[in-house]
């Protein structure tokens, strides 16, 4: 069946220091990949997403790039901030529409000053 | 774009006492809709999704219950609340482009 994993946090980091997200998922067919964020006390909001590999989706200095060769949707940020502090969920939607989204477990990162 | 309408916000019960949990969604006819819960510190746990009216998959068992009487009303119900049901529930609805829209969610304790 379908499946995302995800790297295990929390992850604690310096402001300004660079970030990645591991996420590599099982499906079948060519599934879309989306990065969600949810901040403290609040519902998800779409960071960002990808539809077809090699299609790399970017948002608030946030990137991923859908490789389908390694299965993967790594999300990478540059240079984080102290407001990125939240829990970031790699997601999965099967290419067919009446199979439901299959998310990672989230990551939850921290920066601090 | 779609809006996901969900309440109460926040809410305390009793353990023993009953449950409705409603999300209603705009901007869109047909969704797939979803309801999610979040203990604290963890990932999101899918309790039930539904392709349609009066079509609810049960992904958990549980003493939970869904609802969809209205292709765009989605409810979450229990007859008799367990201190396990605490926690934060999320309505989402799946959009055309694959993407899941998610309301404000609904903080619940049972005490």
């Known amino acids: 069946g379908n499946s995302v994993t995800q790297m295990e946090g929390p992850v604690t980091l310096s402001e300004e220091a660079f970030l990645t997200i591991n996420c590599t998922y099982t499906a079948t067919g060519y599934p879309s990949l989306f990065w969600y964020v949810q901040y403290p006390g609040e519902g998800l909001q779409l960071l960002l997403k990808?539809?077809?590999?090699?299609d790399k989706g970017s948002n608030k200095g946030f990137e991923a790039t859908y490789r389908k060769e390694t299965t993967s949707f790594h999300l990478e940020k540059g240079s984080v901030q102290v407001s990125d502090s939240a829990v970031y969920f790699c997601?999965?939607?099967?290419?067919?529409?009446?199979?439901?989204?299959?998310f990672g477990p989230g990551t939850s990162l921290s920066v601090i000053p | 774009s779609q809006t996901i309408h969900q309440w109460p916000a926040t809410l305390v019960q009793p353990v023993g006492s009953p449950l409705s949990l409603e999300c209603t969604v705009e901007g869109t006819s047909n969704p797939n809709l979803y309801w999610y819960r979040q203990a604290a510190g963890r990932g999101l746990q899918l309790l039930f999704y539904?392709?349609?009216?009066?079509?609810i998959s049960s992904e958990v068992p549980q003493n939970l219950s869904a609802s969809r009487p209205q292709d765009r009303q989605f409810i979450l119900s229990s007859k008799k609340l367990l201190l396990s049901d605490s926690g934060f529930y999320l309505c989402s609805a799946h959009a055309g482009t694959g993407e899941l829209f998610f309301g404000e969610g609904s903080r619940l304790t049972v005490l």
């Open positions: 997601a999965l939607s099967p290419e067919t529409s009446y199979d439901k989204v299959i």
């Open positions: 990808a539809t077809k590999a090699d």
């Open positions: 539904s392709v349609g009216i009066g079509q």
